[in-house]
């Protein structure tokens, strides 16, 4: 019998497949999926849009304690998982471009941030029946979830997979821009002081390198039931 009431903890690198696979993952078992890299993005577009400084981390915190995060189901079929909402307005797409992603190592590596959004991602993830994926679940978020999972893959397979999503969207992609950003990212998540991006002691560790996501998946659902 499957236990119903589980925590999945999916961790890894940029474009390692984590959030595809934790959405079929989650489908499978019926449980939410909840991505958390989603609540670092947000952050980061809402203060480029406001105009602030990524690197005054008094203003970066206090825009992550203040800011409300709506997370609703795809009101359009454009590929989305969400609806992810900001002060009314959907900032779905507005989340994933390149300058986002320049700066959300930044905007991620403050400790108050971690702080106020690791509280709302706990709330959630002690509920069960998540699937829930990022960069610390496993070792900070959620140490006592049922199922941890790590999972990599090399720098280059990541870049080509993030340049065949853009231009799978229209959107103009340079494949060693994309390189370059996701090493930088590597770094930066993985040297910082606070909650670096490494691998839960009791994580299991899958490579997607060589296997795609049908077997990832296959791998990931005998672990989970
Ligand atoms: O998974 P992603 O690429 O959408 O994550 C965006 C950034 O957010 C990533 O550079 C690291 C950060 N992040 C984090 O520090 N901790 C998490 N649990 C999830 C994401």
Not at 95 to 103: G, H, N, Q, S, Y
Not at 106 to 117: H, M, Q, T
Not at 200 to 214: G, K, V, W, Y
Request: hydrophobic fraction near 40%; glycine fraction near 6%; aromatic fraction near 4%.
């Amino acid at each position: 019998m499957m236990r119903q009431d589980k925590i999945i903890a999916i961790d890894g690198p940029a474009g390692s497949g984590k959030s595809t696979l934790g959405r079929r993952l989650a489908e499978r078992l019926a449980y939410l999926y909840f991505d958390t890299g989603v609540m670092y993005r947000v952050v980061t577009f809402v203060a480029l849009a406001r105009g602030l400084d990524v690197y005054d981390e008094t203003l970066i915190t206090a825009l992550a304690e203040q800011i409300r995060i709506d997370v609703q189901p795809p009101s359009v079929q454009d590929g989305r998982e969400n609806d992810i909402i900001v002060d009314g307005a959907d900032v779905t797409w507005d989340i994933r471009k390149p300058d986002v992603d320049a700066r959300v190592s930044i905007v991620a590596a403050y400790p108050g941030v971690r702080k106020a959004l690791g509280t709302q991602q706990r709330r959630v993830g002690l509920r069960g029946r998540v699937v829930m994926v990022g960069r610390d679940i496993g070792t900070v978020i959620l140490p006592d979830a049922d199922v941890k999972i790590y999972l990599d893959a090399s720098a280059e397979e990541r870049a080509r997979r993030r340049y065949q999503e853009r231009c799978a969207r229209g959107e103009t992609a340079d494949y060693d821009e994309i390189l370059l950003s996701i090493q930088a990212r590597d770094e930066l998540d993985s040297n910082r002081a606070v909650s670096p991006l490494r691998p839960a002691e009791d994580a299991i560790h899958l490579n997607s390198d060589d296997l795609d996501i049908e077997q990832v998946l296959e791998k990931a659902t005998a672990l989970a039931v």
